[in-house]
């Protein structure tokens, strides 16, 4: 952290740490925050002075164009103590640069690096004792940009805040994962934004998910809207799928997430010597391999559980159970992958960058 | 308006009324909020007691899911002063039905009726010196309702606000509209949210409609985002086409708003004897009908404008102008069925509600 730059922020800290209250051993994810908070608010076509202050509610005009019309981003990005007390983030520039793609997609204005990255690094500088040290432990990163205009016309609004705002978080297990594959529901359109990290895409799985739910299964496989044939994403996750010894997921598009982890984990699995095609699954190919035995495991990607293994999933109203493995592919990735968020394991792509 | 209900609401007058400061001749749409405003909030599984009190920003935690996963929908409606003084609904039971349908679709709790119709009369009625009398004046209604529940996992809130805002408007005039039918951006998916109010729906069209802007039209004409061969919506309103002496416009669907003045302008035109078909038009026979001079209009039909007439459209880079007409038909709906809005002429469907 270049320390010039560090006046250019506005610093308000709180007077005491809410910290002593925190039961870092039970934790529910997303749910309890830090003692700061980081806003910066763009009007008049700029953005103005970053604050980082207390972490506390903000005033909204009922009017404001996020409640009627949507305009709200987010990442989710972690970070993580190693043994020495250092903090290190993972990828913080693939975030940065899909941020701001979501940002064009929906018409809002693009965040400088030097608010995100910056203030990403100042705040959890603030409030580094909220990062935990040991494996699992992390802090969770949340910034997000929402529109503050005023106005209930159906236009792009004029002002907007960005925010960040952290989360400490342990590991994420979701126990015995079963999904059902999406035939009717869908969360992305062609030409859509299902690509962003948009506000919209999420509130709009959450009624399919709560009917799958009601069946038993955790999460939806969403499929493409048009003909419901390809294996898109498994809930809010990238979804891969491990077919005899070849894993397999699927491309990004327009209606698919450029996610984080899944990328990470195609360049890790590669340097295994494990071999991966970026192709879509269709749920013929699903199904025969489930029948034939050759479908060996499927998993979600996503910044929160890392991988999330799935241990079956339903399609037209029959469940097909995946077969146990006695060393899964999916938790010999999350290992080698999580050992280098952690610092535990050398480091040969250059992914951990120390605050 | 039964009187043995007021008790139910929490009603909190302003200590002075800013209607001195509106300048009510020149009114920008959605810019201008009454001295009140309604909240009632959803929590532990009910919803609390409605609140009206002085319009005022409102307190919102930075971890709100409506800022994370989207979760907020609306109508928009309108009431009306006729010459009598007497203020009037135009079908709210129609946006109070779609309301609770957006609700049920994002995963939210439904809306009372006592809450929503009971609370917009006496909203109004507490603001009815903002409501002007004559044609082409009224309020703008804009009930909504945002996920306050606090925490950053992809999961549906526990706690909800509903709310109305009012904002005085005048007869809304967008110019001369061109239109540019989109080939690749989409607005909704199959098995989407497009049918619902959803605020994530509008946020996904400010992009493409800028884009479209910059090529000097003013709205999308939203197709099929599958095949892109369908025409389905026109920015954020239905669309109607008229071709020699009939009437098309597309059938409601789950990509498709099943709008109020859409519905209205279908009846009234069969009552008028026009010929009006509900089906899908497609992109190749606008073309052909443009080209052979039987497309006689288009015009998009929504609450805030009720009918907006369309001059031209362009397709794969060539502009199709509409030939003009001495009695546009669009227009003669969009007076027939203001008039039944304003009391000037004999409301035979039943459509208009006083308060």
Redesign the interface.
């Known amino acids: 952290m270049s320390e010039n730059k560090t006046q250019a922020f506005d610093i308000k800290k709180a007077a005491e740490s809410k910290i002593a209250n925190v039961d870092f051993e039970n934790l ?4 309890i ?1 830090t003692d700061h ?1 980081l806003y910066c608010d763009y009007k008049d076509g700029e953005w103005g002075t970053p604050v980082i202050c207390p ?1 506390a ?7 404001s164009r ?7 981003i ?1 990442e ?1 990005m972690k970070a993580y103590k190693d043994e020495q007390d250092d903090i290190w983030l993972f990828r913080p520039d693939e975030n940065f640069i899909r941020f701001n793609k979501s940002a ?4 809002m204005p693009e965040v400088p690096e030097e608010v995100f990255m910056e203030g990403l690094k100042q705040l959890i500088n603030i409030d580094k004792e909220w990062v935990r040290k040991g494996k699992g432990n992390s802090l ?1 990163l ?1 910034p ?1 940009m ?2 503050t205009g ?7 609004s004029a002002q907007y805040r960005f ?1 960040i ?1 952290l ?1 400490p978080a342990k590991s994420y297990y979701t126990g015995e994962v079963k999904v059902l594959i ?1 035939e ?10 299902g690509a962003a990290k ?13 009917l799958a739910n009601q069946q038993g299964y955790q999460q939806v496989i969403w499929t493409d ?4 044939t390809k294996l898109e994403e498994a ?2 996750m990238n979804v891969f799928f491990r077919i005899n010894d070849t894993l397999y997921t699927a491309p990004t598009s327009e209606r698919i997430l450029d996610g984080v982890t899944r990328k990470s984990i195609i360049d890790l699995a590669k340097r295994e010597g494990i071999n991966v095609e970026v192709r879509s699954v269709l749920v013929d190919e699903l199904l025969a391999a489930a029948k034939d035995g050759s479908l060996k495991e499927m998993f979600g990607a996503g910044t929160a559980a890392v991988v999330n293994p799935i241990v079956g999933f339903s399609y037209q109203d029959t469940y097909y159970e995946l077969p146990k493995q006695d060393k899964p592919l999916s938790l010999e990735i999350k290992d080698k992958l999580t050992n280098i968020q952690y610092k535990l394991a050398e480091d040969t792509f250059g992914w951990t960058v120390k605050i």
Do not use: C, K
């Not at 005023?150 to 792009?156: D, L, M, Q, Y």
């Not at 809207?225 to 419901?228: I, M």
């Open positions: 529910a994810f997303g749910n925050f908070m972490y509610p903000i005033e909204m005009d009922p009017s996020v409640f009627h019309y949507g305009q709200a987010f989710g064009t997609r929906l018409a969770y949340r997000f929402i529109a005023h106005g209930v016309i159906a236009a792009p925010m705002i989360s999406a009717h529901f869908s969360r992305a359109a062609n030409g859509g934004i948009a506000a919209g895409n999420y509130s709009a799985q959450f009624y399919p998910t709560r809207d048009a003909t419901h809930g809010t």
